[in-house]
């Protein structure tokens, strides 16, 4: 690559690049003139015909990231690398194996003097609330994925805290859009509804937190552009919607007829603890969510139509 027109500050590392994370900010930077180097575990499901000379992929183990890491010199390193994200892994003791990898990636970030290291944490590693989460909340997780991500937050902050580099903790709380297809309540939804299957929303009366892919890439864009930023920085929607508005855009979208598929229960009249993120932090930057849940779920939906 030529690095001879980029600025510094727009030469970044972005690991896990071929995720459903990593690839939509990976698509976010370069469409604002970053030089990437993205790395990934293989080369799978990478749309080489839309490749950019800006972007660099190295294919590899750890220590192969490391090694790019150290040559390439980005001043922004990312994180996007989390093994065990969804399903039955949150529960497995393996989660605790993503600490010591994402640790060394910020020891070479450290290294090469990295301005920034980014990583992402969870609304798993606080408790349910009535009120919205603050980004200053203490930890209290709700399972092994939880705990794996609060102890790396800790293990992050203690070996950057002399360093030059900065570390930026982005919990993220629910994200959705084409191209996701881990468990979670629409993509089970989507799945049912295109297989003619029973799809039964369990407290449809909760409120969520959602927040359409393009809008949490915006969000990563505001944050490495910008300064004096504190540790944990909150990524989601804080404006929320019911549990129940799943089922019902999918039955819209898709133009079911609701008696094919389980009634809805009875609504719970009391609240349900949730998670809302406060995003103080980000609103202070000017970014709000821009896609309302109706048009990301016919985004979402269309990519599933043809992909499945």
Not at 214 to 235: H, R
Request: glycine content about 6%; charged content about 25%.
């Amino acid at each position: 690559m030529d690095r001879s027109e980029i600025p510094m500050n727009k030469t970044v590392c972005i690991s896990g690049a071929n995720g459903f994370l990593g690839e939509a900010i990976v698509r976010k930077l370069q469409d604002n003139g970053y030089q990437i180097l993205a790395l990934t575990r293989n080369l799978d499901g990478i749309d080489f015909s839309k490749k950019v000379s800006t972007t660099k992929y190295v294919a590899g183990d750890l220590s192969v990231w490391c090694s790019a890491i150290l040559d390439f010199e980005p001043k922004i390193v990312i994180s996007c690398d989390w093994q065990g994200v969804s399903g039955e892994a949150r529960s497995n003791e393996d989660q605790n194996n993503n600490i010591e990898r994402i640790k060394k990636l910020a020891d070479t970030a450290r290294e090469i003097e990295a301005k920034t290291f980014l990583t992402f944490g969870s609304q798993a590693e606080v408790a349910p609330s009535f009120d919205l989460i603050g980004e200053n909340v203490e930890d209290s997780s709700q399972d092994l994925y939880g705990t794996a991500k609060a102890s790396l937050r800790k293990v992050l902050s203690e070996s950057l805290s002399d360093s030059n580099t900065k570390l930026i903790w982005g919990r993220i709380f629910t994200i959705y859009g084409p191209g996701d297809v881990r468990n979670s309540i629409i993509v089970n939804g989507i799945k049912s509804f295109l297989n003619h299957e029973n799809f039964e929303v369990v407290s449809g009366s909760r409120k969520w937190s959602f927040l359409y892919i393009d809008d949490f890439a915006n969000a990563i864009l505001k944050i490495l552009e910008s300064e004096d930023l504190p540790e944990v920085v909150n990524i989601g929607n804080p404006d929320s919607v019911k549990l129940s508005s799943v089922k019902n855009e999918i039955n819209e979208i898709l133009e079911f007829q609701m008696h094919q598929f389980s009634e809805p229960k009875p609504e719970n009249p009391k609240p349900d603890l949730t998670w809302i993120p406060q995003t103080t932090t980000l609103s202070a930057l000017g970014w709000k969510p821009q896609i309302s849940f109706h048009y990301g779920m016919e985004k979402t939906i269309a990519w599933w139509r043809l992909n499945v």
